[in-house]
């Protein structure tokens, strides 16, 4: 007779449980390092805690009508150039700035955020540079790190790889959300520039750079300065600062009418979502730079230039509709606030689109 097989376990099972214990301390500190005013401690706790009253407001000690805003994205498949690399200390802040930009468009302050990580074995350096990425991307955005969940999900995912999920709530003072409503024909579009991809079209970039053209990550392309695989894992430009710094009212006025997060479907697509009926925004070619990643991409997958702005940010990452008369002062406040930014284009008459030069 054969011997009896030992019991099973959940370790056995692909789960390493006190594999997971010992990776607390780590987190637990890049945790520690995003804390602010709100932040409640609740050790041991299933949910964490924020006191909303006891958050920074930037335009008020306290808060009076508070609406909170709330946004959830992923990082897509930009994840699959940090597999390629085996670097993962930077996909974390893109994962933040997705969720907390969006937030920041109704004219919201991230207060805090969430993550999700599931991945088919814990790495325990994989982890931890995934968190300290995420702890990066809070900090940049002003929000906490409230907490988190990281899922072992042996046989889900393909070995080496994880998915990451974030979510982030603000809150603004309900006077002060930007909606969109107060844009009107001959308001000034001001161009926020991005740090490059961002986080959005990796599809299409990876299958012109690295099946259609051939390139591996370590290529050395001119005009980029950096490894290609260095340039495409930049992380996504996090614009919470600069923006709620420009959006302080100005002679009685709020100068900021709209923002637009220029993500999936570029510049063509998110504008149009904060223009009210009767508007249309005309962009100028050639006001503004535009990252030397694009052409390289456009080049090597021959793309042309109607798709790559579809697709694209195109080198802005974030656009605000502004009172004509108020736009020098919101470029003031955005270059002191460490982003020299520019007017791109104006809100005409028109129905919902966005158009180039005077087309």
């Known amino acids: 007779m054969p011997p009896p097989k030992p019991p099973l376990t959940y370790k056995g099972a692909g789960v390493d449980l006190d594999l997971a214990g010992g990776l607390e301390e780590g987190i637990f500190r890049h945790i520690a390092s995003t804390r602010v005013p709100g932040v409640l401690p609740n050790p041991g706790g299933f949910g964490g805690l924020f006191r909303l009253q ?18 959830t994205d992923g990082v897509g498949t930009k994840l699959k150039i940090a597999f390629m690399l085996d670097r993962h200390d930077t996909v974390g802040v893109d994962l933040v ?29 994989v982890l931890l540079d995934i968190v300290q990425g995420v702890a990066d991307g809070c900090r940049q955005a002003g929000c906490a790190l409230l907490g988190g969940e990281t899922a ?11 998915d990451l999920a974030g979510f982030c709530v603000g809150a603004v003072e309900r006077r002060r959300l930007v909606d969109g409503r107060a844009t009107v024909p001959g308001d000034a579009l001001i161009g926020l520039p991005s740090s490059g991809l961002h986080s959005n079209g990796f ?108 697709v694209f940010n195109m080198g802005l990452g974030m656009i605000m509709a502004v009172c004509k008369n108020s736009a020098d002062v919101v470029l003031r406040r955005l270059k002191r606030a460490g982003c020299p930014s520019r007017v791109v284009g104006e809100v005409v008459k028109g129905g919902g689109k966005v158009r180039w030069g005077n087309a």
């Open 54 to 71: 006891g958050a920074p407001g930037l335009f008020a000690r306290r808060w009076k009508d508070p609406v909170l805003v709330s946004g």
């Open 203 to 310: 599809s299409l970039a990876r299958k012109a750079l690295l099946e259609e053209a051939g390139l591996k990550p370590s290529a050395r392309i001119t005009e980029l300065g950096v490894p290609l695989g260095e340039e495409l894992l930049r992380p996504t430009r996090i614009y919470a600062r600069p923006v709620l710094a420009a959006m302080a009212p100005y002679r009685r006025r709020r100068p900021v009418h709209a923002l637009a997060h220029v993500t999936g479907g570029g510049i063509l697509e998110n504008l149009p979502r904060v223009l009210p009926p009767g508007c249309d925004a005309v962009l100028e070619d050639g006001s503004w730079p535009v990252p030397p990643i694009f052409g390289v991409v456009a080049r090597a997958g021959r793309i042309e230039a109607a798709e790559m702005r579809r």
């Open 152 to 162: 072992e999900l042996p046989g889900f995912y393909a070995e080496g790889e994880y």
């Open 97 to 125: 700035a997705m969720s907390a930009n969006d937030v920041l468009v109704q004219g919201a302050e991230p207060l805090f955020f969430l993550d999700y990580i599931g991945t088919g074995k814990v790495a325990p350096r």
